[in-house]
């Protein structure tokens, strides 16, 4: 079992910068991938906005290039992403994952979710 504990989100002016935390307990050194997701307001589904590997590969949505940043800290366990220049379609609820492939059965593990409002 993996649980994640998130921090970080709020209520930011656009322009305006956050940084979410996840901190990750458990079998935590089992995970394949770490990531963020977010659900806008009215839409039913979660958007992947970055991911980063065990072996540090990254990817991130084309919405968030060049302004967001996952790290991650592998000491603490802990992913961070970093949120510049936010804009309002940037609010969502962002939830941390957390994916495992481990004796060929897939595994996905959430956080509780964190608000991130970008007023206008």
């Known amino acids: 079992q993996v649980q994640l504990v998130e921090s970080g989100g709020g209520l930011v002016q656009v322009g305006g910068s956050l940084r979410l935390s996840c901190a990750a307990s458990?079998?935590?050194?089992?995970?394949?991938?770490m990531g963020w997701y977010r659900q806008a307001p009215g839409k039913q589904q979660r958007e992947l906005v970055a991911?980063?590997?065990?072996?540090?590969?990254?990817n991130y949505v084309d919405s968030v290039k060049g302004r967001f940043t996952i790290s991650r800290d592998s000491a603490k366990n802990t992913v961070y992403l970093q949120m510049d220049s936010l804009r309002p379609e940037d609010t969502a609820v962002y939830y941390c994952?957390?994916?495992?492939?481990?004796?060929?059965?897939?595994?996905?593990?959430w956080g509780q979710g964190t608000q991130v409002t970008v007023s206008s």
């Open positions: 458990g079998s935590s050194f089992t995970i394949n991938v």
């Open positions: 991911g980063i590997t065990s072996n540090g590969g990254i």
């Open positions: 994952n957390a994916h495992r492939f481990l004796n060929w059965r897939a595994d996905d593990y």
